[in-house]
């Protein structure tokens, strides 16, 4: 079946650490991005990418970091130096085109103890 | 950076009922999205708009993209306990280059239905 994963579903983590969430797609997408949920908000950009080796940060970035070494795989890092990371993280990826829809993972919810 | 409005923030309705939210904004937009998310999963598309004045529907769904590429609607009729869930609204405008992956969401509309 084509679409997007996200693993794993639930993750902990203790302060301090660095967590990275994978992101995962065989829809021969171009395009992919993170984004961050909390209660209440709407989704918010953290970073994207258009094609592999490029990515830029979106709304939110500080404290992320991400890599773009296959067209597949788009891994989201949480470091220590962001304050507040404990939310619900959605990959989503897209063809790449002018006016392309995003269509999104399961979501990963990480909580950092 | 660019904002939506969504309203209502949460609906409580009886199954059977008809439905109706909102996003505007200050900006103009050139694509309009709807999504549903069920809790703890992502957001599924729902309708996607590309032209003012657009109407699309999707079975029960039917959504609008506004003349002043302002604003969207989406109405859900004769809901069912399976529309419950969080509506978001997302738009996207197109930058001086031509072309813009970025979408900007509202925060959502909390929908529960009574059996």
């Known amino acids: 079946d084509g679409g997007i994963t996200q693993s794993p579903k639930y993750l902990f983590r203790k302060e301090g650490q660095n967590v990275t969430l994978s992101c995962e797609q065989n829809?021969?997408?171009?395009?992919m991005y993170w984004y961050r949920q909390d209660p209440g908000q709407g989704l918010r950009l953290i970073y994207y990418?258009?094609?592999?080796?490029?990515?830029q940060k979106g709304d939110i970035a500080e404290g992320y970091s991400v890599s773009r070494e296959k067209k597949e795989s788009f891994p989201l890092t949480v470091t220590s130096a962001q304050k507040n990371p404990t939310a619900f993280y959605l990959c989503?990826?897209?063809?790449?085109?002018?006016?392309?829809?995003?269509?999104f993972g399961p979501g990963t919810r990480l909580t950092v103890l | 950076g660019q904002q939506l409005n969504q309203s209502p923030q949460s609906m409580f309705i009886q199954e059977g009922e008809d439905v109706s939210m909102n996003c505007t904004s200050s900006s103009i937009f050139n694509t309009w999205l709807w999504y549903k998310q069920d809790p703890g999963e992502g957001p599924v598309l729902l309708i996607a708009l590309y032209k003012a004045g657009e109407l699309t529907s999707n079975g029960r769904l039917t959504a609008q993209f506004g003349i002043t590429r302002k604003d969207s609607f989406l109405n859900i009729s004769a809901s069912i306990p399976s529309d419950v869930g969080i509506y978001f609204c997302?738009?996207?405008?197109?930058?001086?280059?031509?072309?813009?992956?970025?979408?900007?969401f509202g925060k959502g509309t909390l929908l529960t239905v009574n059996p």
């Open positions: 997302a738009g996207r405008i197109r930058n001086s280059g031509g072309s813009n992956y970025k979408l900007t």
């Open positions: 829809l021969n997408h171009d395009a």
């Open positions: 989503a990826s897209s063809i790449g085109r002018v006016d392309d829809t995003q269509y």
């Open positions: 990418s258009q094609i592999v080796n490029d990515f």
